[in-house]
């Protein structure tokens, strides 16, 4: 009986504050999940004209050098010859990193790709098409995998060097499709 007297003399949280805490921390939430999604496409975003950026660096570095040393100054639509330009298996030469092998679209026009980088998923524009062989421009395109998830543009890259964007079209929660091109204006 002692103890049963000490506990009604302790107080406690009723239920009408303990409902004023869940209601505080609910608003909260509430507030911050909407900015922490934004800032993590923002992120994903910046993520992919960087990825852009360093193709873009990659095959002006091709055309530079020769690397394919055929004699002709070209660019390649090839993710592999830009990863080892000099077919040497050697990691030293490598224009690009390893992530962008996993990150190149598997087909069919969507951003579906086994590892996306940041979200995206990158290919060659199939409208840049060669002549006599060889490639005079290039085109590389990002798109997110998961369409207003991880990303709400899509981006390209041409010979130019101008990173390109576009507001892409594709429903929420479904893969992106490369809808950037030449045409779409410059991007902050």
Not at 19 to 24: N, P, R
Not at 103 to 123: E, L, R, S
Request: charged share 25%.
């Amino acid at each position: 009986m002692h103890k049963l007297a000490s506990l009604r003399g302790e107080k406690g949280f009723t239920l009408i504050e303990l409902l004023v805490v869940a209601a505080i921390i609910g608003i909260l939430l509430a507030i911050a999940i909407p900015n922490l999604l934004k800032a993590r496409m923002s992120a994903n975003e910046a993520s992919a004209k960087k990825a852009l950026q360093t193709l873009r660096d990659a095959e002006g570095q091709y055309f530079e050098m020769d690397l394919d040393n055929n004699g002709t100054r070209d660019y390649t639509n090839d993710i592999m010859v830009l990863r080892d330009p000099e077919g040497t298996g050697d990691e030293v030469d490598a224009l690009i990193d390893s992530s962008f092998l996993r990150a190149m679209a598997t087909g069919g026009g969507t951003a579906d790709c086994p590892g996306p980088k940041a979200g995206y998923c990158i290919q060659f524009d199939p409208a840049v098409t060669p002549v006599g062989g060889f490639y005079y421009d290039f085109g590389w395109q990002a798109s997110m995998s998961l369409s207003r998830l991880n990303g709400r543009r899509d981006y390209s890259v041409y010979a130019d060097g101008a990173i390109r964007c576009t507001f892409t079209s594709a429903p929420t929660r479904e893969s992106g499709s490369f809808e950037s091109t030449r045409t779409d204006g410059v991007c902050d």
